[in-house]
């Protein structure tokens, strides 16, 4: 999806850009078909949940999806038609703004997805994955973006900025795929849990086994950038990795969904054997070296 992505030495550049043109149309098609039926299930989703208040629809999860799922579309979109015209430069500035707000909103939503698990498990971690999620990894992408859109305002910069920039890039991937481990290691260490034992939630036995998969998918995500970048490939070996790259967002979006419509079913369930159809509330409880065990509320689980 990242512009800088589009040259690679080991291929011809009209072969290229003839190929990408008839590769990005369809994918472009199905990343716009396949939105909007996330978010019809994701209205639908909301409805049987019973989410009747602003405050219940929107919360920060919700609103997270919403934007990795619209700027995802609008990024492939602006991405495709940007060469289609003459001038390029406003798309093109539209799709690495889409591509930036995509990739923070998913580290962002990852982080606060894992952060009950994390908070029990691994408390002393938290500054630190503050520290990548929320100022590294952000001001990283950001810089390397406007760079990205100032080498196409002044093209007499690009050879120039473009190594920068690709090195930005590698250092972001590098930091997110530090963080994905550490992810899928709080989840592998939940799930192997004794559930008698785990002060947290039944729902964080289903978030735990789709934020597996969730982050797998983003560390391949993020490998296929870096290995289409680095390397002399064939032609239909780069744009695998190229269509790996573009539609590996669908599916993580899509998993999302998947997860709260489980999430859902659960509820429903629990609903129709009669126990409260409210998720327990995640707790993460601690004892004190001389005294009683304490229990330390956090916040409850975004369905």
Known sequence: ????????PAVEAEAVFELETVVY??????TGLVSVSQLALFVIILYRSEAKTWKTIMTPLNMLLIIMIVSNCLNLTCYYFSGQVQDYVPLSIVNIIMTTSFLIAVFIYNYYRVFPIINTYF???????KLIIFVLIPSLEITQNLLNILSFIVSDYFTVLLPIVNVLFILVA???????????????????????????????????????GSSILTFLWQASSIISLNGEWSLTVWLSLQSFYILAPLVFTSLQLWMKWEILKARVERQKSGISAKLPEPSNTTTAANGPAT????????E
């Open 1 to 8: 999806m990242n512009s800088t992505n589009a040259t690679n």
């Open 25 to 30: 149309f369809h994918e472009m098609w199905i």
């Open 123 to 129: 408390p002393r971690t938290l500054p630190v994955l």
């Open 174 to 212: 590098a930091l997110a795929f530090l963080f994905e481990v550490f992810v899928a290691v709080c989840y592998i260490v939940h799930q192997f849990a004794e559930p008698a034992k785990s002060p947290l939630g039944g729902a964080f036995q289903i978030i735990a086994k789709f934020g597996i």
């Open 295 to 302: 229990t330390k509320k956090i916040s409850p689980v975004d």
